[in-house]
């Protein structure tokens, strides 16, 4: 199997319902992470860096912010003559939640594409991943459906992650859908490599059995047919929750953190955006944090996300704080476990405090 037999098909409301706050406006997918990307800039990333050149998004509501962003997929090379990058809306308007429904609904743009093989993966996940090796595994092991799998603590936030139970040799013997596991597991969250006509059968099976529970289904098709699973050892976070997009955020201050994630050799591209350089005041204070192009820091910043743009007054400090693209913060601000959205105002002289794990987030456009 070559990589550009491949089609990546992206989910981009992935768990939305445990991010309201932050989905409210937008997907999972455009969410802001990380000071200057997009959660899903880590999937195209990964899915370009592969050789996997054509790739469909589809969507389900609030998908305005994401088509801004990724545009035709020029900044991921996915602006391609023939294949490239699709966004695939509701085809009829409705609101669909279901990923059978959704797969079906898209069924006309992946029977119309050449590619026989199809890595499907959601988008609240932030990895480096080589889906080169994916695909060399599914090959090897002459697989009809490869799961890409985790080792690690249960997330919280997600309603019923599906954990696996593998051999030594990687076939899978069952997946469990467990409402609150604990401790560590092989977790997976729905990415998987899987021939295009087989996963074309199944859904129109079992959507005419009217079965719409996919979980459920993904259990039916371990008993089914030959699957296997990929560890995935790359450093790996799941947004499921406001707490854990938090945590991310203040992982990237580990310099370790983010030599993996920023691999040289499988670098992250995101949409660019010209603006001038930071500009640090006289006075101004800044440790342990990441400070985007544009800012304006005439106050203290010390453990910090700071995105492109933001202006931090006179006598403000702010600590372990995310704050997104052209947000004000006037003078003698005290700021402290706050994730704040895209243009806020937060005049002078106000104070709030989050805790670590409850950080308080300012909605878009507000002013405090």
Request: glycine fraction near 8%; include cysteine.
């Amino acid at each position: 199997m070559r990589n550009n037999d491949v089609l990546g098909i992206v989910f981009s409301n992935t768990n939305e319902e445990a991010l309201s706050e932050l989905t409210a406006r937008r997907t999972t997918a455009s969410v802001p992470i990380g000071g200057k990307y997009r959660i899903i800039d880590f999937i195209l990333s990964d899915l370009s860096n592969a050789g996997i050149n054509n790739v469909g998004i589809i969507t389900n509501k609030n998908y305005m912010s994401l088509m801004d962003h990724v545009g035709s997929g020029k900044a991921w090379d996915l602006s391609k003559r023939r294949s490239g990058l699709t966004i695939l809306p509701p085809y009829d308007g409705k609101d669909y939640s279901n990923v059978l429904e959704m797969l079906y609904n898209a069924r006309g743009y992946l029977e119309s594409c050449r590619e026989q093989y199809v890595l499907i993966c959601n988008s609240s996940i932030v990895s480096n991943m080589d889906f080169g090796e994916v695909i060399k595994f599914h090959s090897e092991k002459d697989a009809d459906v490869t799961v890409v799998y985790e080792e690690m603590q249960a997330p919280q936030g997600i309603e019923r992650p599906m954990i696996l139970r593998a051999g030594e040799d990687g076939k899978i013997d069952e997946i469990l859908i467990t409402p609150n596991p604990t401790g560590v597991c092989n977790i997976t969250f729905g990415t998987m490599l899987v021939a295009k006509d087989l996963l074309l059968s199944i859904v129109k099976e079992e959507l005419s059995l009217n079965h719409t529970n996919y979980k459920k289904v993904i259990q039916e098709v371990v008993s089914e047919y030959n699957v296997y699973g990929y560890k995935n050892t790359n450093y790996s976070a799941a947004i499921t929750s406001i707490k854990e997009y938090f945590n991310f955020n203040m992982d990237l201050m580990n310099p370790n953190v983010r030599a993996e994630l920023f691999s040289s050799e499988r670098p992250i591209y995101t949409k660019v955006r010209d603006d001038t350089p930071c500009r640090y005041g006289l006075n101004c204070e800044v440790k342990r944090s990441l400070i985007s192009q544009g800012c304006v820091i005439d106050g203290t910043v010390e453990n910090c996300v700071l995105s492109k743009g933001v202006h931090i007054g006179e006598g403000s400090v702010v600590k372990n704080c995310i704050i997104m693209q052209d947000t004000e913060i006037g003078k003698n601000v005290n700021l402290s476990y706050v994730i704040i959205d895209k243009d806020v105002v937060i005049q002078d002289g106000r104070s709030l405090m989050g805790y670590e794990s409850y950080p308080i987030y300012i909605s878009k456009r507000s002013k405090v």
